[in-house]
């Protein structure tokens, strides 16, 4: 099994270039979740994603942040223009839920984006 | 919105000596989970609790959920250096059965 995978695993980039984050769940799972990581607003869930279809995305900053799950091997995760406040660790996470509606999410390596 | 805190957010002990995090919700919770993300990884799961005042125990980890269901607690008993890292609760809200709201987890450091 090998677990979710996240790409580019860094990322540097100039404020106002496009970036995009990439992951593909483990296969089978049908619960697809992105997540930001900073010191000071801790870990935050921004969109998921159940059976390709986004459920929430509450989270998402602002619309220069946008996700797709065209499949479901393949999801991403875009910024357009990235700001230097957008500079964090993205994890991608994904489930299978079990009975009684728990799960266990399983976390991808992450991708740490700098915005200079 | 629903918020998860944690105490203490820092703690640094002798390899040896125990430790304990606690983890209070703004709101009942259906379900709560636990991780741990090591320096420079990946958050992992631990555990999850369902039931009120339900404790459970992982060879030196014992993890209790409230009677309420609002707060839960882990306890690492004789702490190891392999136990280096940020715990983190997370919890489920009724009906938001595929969201979690992680806290803002605790930091453990341990020395010899």
């Known amino acids: 099994d090998a677990g979710v995978i996240q790409s580019p695993r860094h990322e540097v980039t100039e404020m106002g270039q496009e970036v995009t984050l990439r992951c593909k769940p483990i296969?089978?799972?049908?619960?697809l979740f992105w997540y930001r990581q900073t010191m000071m607003r801790g870990l935050e869930l921004l969109i998921y994603?159940?059976?390709?279809?986004?459920?929430?995305d509450s989270g998402m900053p602002e619309d220069r942040f946008s996700a797709k799950m065209p499949n479901a091997s393949f999801s991403t995760l875009k910024i357009q223009p990235s700001e230097p406040r957008d500079s964090a660790v993205y994890f991608c996470?994904?489930?299978?839920?079990?009975?009684?509606?728990?799960?266990?999410?399983?976390f991808g390596p992450g991708t740490r984006l700098t915005v200079t | 919105g629903q918020q998860v805190m944690q105490i203490p957010q820092y703690q640094h002990v002798q390899e040896g000596e125990d430790f304990t995090t606690y983890c209070n919700s703004s709101?009942?919770?259906?379900?709560i989970q636990w991780y741990k993300q090591r320096p420079g990884g990946h958050p992992v799961f631990l555990i999850q609790?369902?039931?009120?005042?339900e404790v459970k125990k992982q060879k030196r980890l014992t993890f209790q959920f409230g009677e309420a269901k609002k707060n839960s607690s882990l306890h690492i008993t004789a702490t190891q250096t392999t136990d280096v890292g940020t715990y983190f609760c997370?919890?489920?809200?009724?009906?938001?059965?595929?969201?979690?709201?992680f806290g803002t987890g605790t930091r453990l450091q341990v020395t010899l």
């Open positions: 996470a994904s489930s299978l839920p079990v009975s009684g509606g728990a799960y266990e999410q399983y």
């Open positions: 296969s089978g799972h049908d619960y």
């Open positions: 994603f159940n059976n390709n279809v986004p459920i929430d």
């Open positions: 709101t009942t919770l259906s379900n």
């Open positions: 609790l369902v039931k009120s005042g």
């Open positions: 997370a919890g489920i809200n009724t009906g938001t059965a595929s969201k979690l709201t």
